[in-house]
T-cell receptor, first 111, second 114 residues
């Protein structure tokens, strides 16, 4: 099983829709979780960090489900500019330097 | 503030040729990373350096070597390039410590091996 797994999508949604992606992880000891955003042919950039049950930043909410070992990213009121690939990162607790990325979920927000 | 700088941005190699990808950061970060990204496969960790003087293997280290030249610079070397190494390579850095897990990325190197 891969360290971090994501549904590749694409998720095609209209503007204004609410969309959610999940990311499952295999290391039950992981304590910190991250969502990165990557635009086409660009470098990834940190979107949100999750250290406990969840985090909210404007239209974006990240939640952690430790029992089922997944994190989710919810985007409300989708904008065209939200179109991107969303990558999750779950460093293992025993070696926080191993920043393994999921393969990413592609989101297309359409007019 | 330049952040993380990678060179070159583009490179075409023939099978068997060697080359070094350069990466430098000016943020005084402790840890540095090399990733490759192939279509549909996300970023895969090649090697990382937790601090100056140390390097460790990531998920896909075969065919690569690295050097942490000093705190600023972390280079990636392909000794004998293969077509399977055609990819986009990203260098990243971060400072150690909780609450400082943000990775800062360079703009990437597009490498094609013919």
């Amino acid at each position: 099983r891969k360290e971090v797994e994501q549904d590749p999508g694409p998720f095609n949604v209209p503007e204004g829709a609410t969309v959610a992606f999940n990311c499952t992880y295999s290391n039950s000891a992981s304590q910190s979780f991250f969502w990165y955003r990557q635009d086409c042919r660009k470098e990834p950039k940190l979107l949100m960090s999750v250290y406990s049950s969840g985090n909210e930043d404007g239209r974006f909410t990240a939640q952690l489900n430790r029992a089922s070992q997944y994190i989710s990213l919810l985007i409300r009121d989708s904008k065209l500019s939200d179109s991107a690939t969303y990558l999750c990162v779950v460093p293992p607790r025993e070696n926080f330097n191993k920043f393994y990325f999921g393969s990413g979920t592609k989101l297309n927000v359409k007019p | 503030n330049a952040g993380v700088t990678q060179t070159p941005k583009f490179q075409v190699l023939k099978t068997g040729q060697s080359m070094t990808l350069q990466c430098a950061q000016d943020m005084n970060h402790n840890s540095m990373y090399w990733y490759r990204q192939d279509p549909g496969m996300g970023l895969r960790l090649i090697y990382y350096s937790a601090s100056e003087g140390t390097t460790d293997k990531g998920e896909v280290p075969n065919g690569y070597n690295v050097s942490r030249l000093n705190k600023r610079e972390f280079s990636l070397r392909l000794e004998s390039a293969a077509p399977s190494q055609t990819s986009v390579y990203f260098c990243a850095s971060r400072v150690l410590g909780t609450g400082s897990e943000k990775l800062f990325f360079g703009s990437g190197t597009q490498l094609s091996v013919l």
